[in-house]
């Protein structure tokens, strides 16, 4: 069994920023890859970043994302973090970590997600 606990949002004024953590533990866990998801009211949950494991260096983001959010951690066994910045109106929505037990080459869809974190609400306005 694999627990996610996902920490770090916030109230934030347009153009702030916020760090997201997502603490995680099980057995084996390093062997599981993860990613970010959220979902705004009245919409569907929908992908936002996960690391490429086709070089496991560089991130796979949501175009609507691209070159303000950042997707890290230091090792396997770290917390995951989503650094946000520039953050917009739009960006409002619950935050959500996702774990996969198999390595994903593109960006995420629901059916990869095998435990999910129980969210962070993350709110930008001014």
């Known amino acids: 069994q694999v627990q996610l606990v996902e920490s770090g949002g916030g109230l934030v004024q347009p153009g702030g920023s916020l760090r997201l953590s997502c603490a995680y533990s099980?057995?084996?866990?390093?062997?599981?890859?993860m990613a970010w998801f959220r979902q705004a009211p009245g919409k569907e949950r929908e992908f936002v970043a996960a690391f490429d494991w086709n070089d496991n260096v560089n991130g796979l983001y949501v175009d609507s994302v691209k070159d303000r959010f950042t997707i890290s951690r230091e090792n396997a066994k770290s917390p995951l973090y989503l650094q946000m910045n520039s953050l917009k109106p739009e960006d409002t929505a619950v935050y959500y970590c996702a774990a996969a037990g198999a390595p994903v080459f593109r960006a995420w869809v629901l059916s990869d997600v095998e435990y999910w974190g129980q969210g962070t609400q993350v709110t930008v306005s001014s």
């Open positions: 099980g057995s084996a866990f390093s062997r599981y890859s």
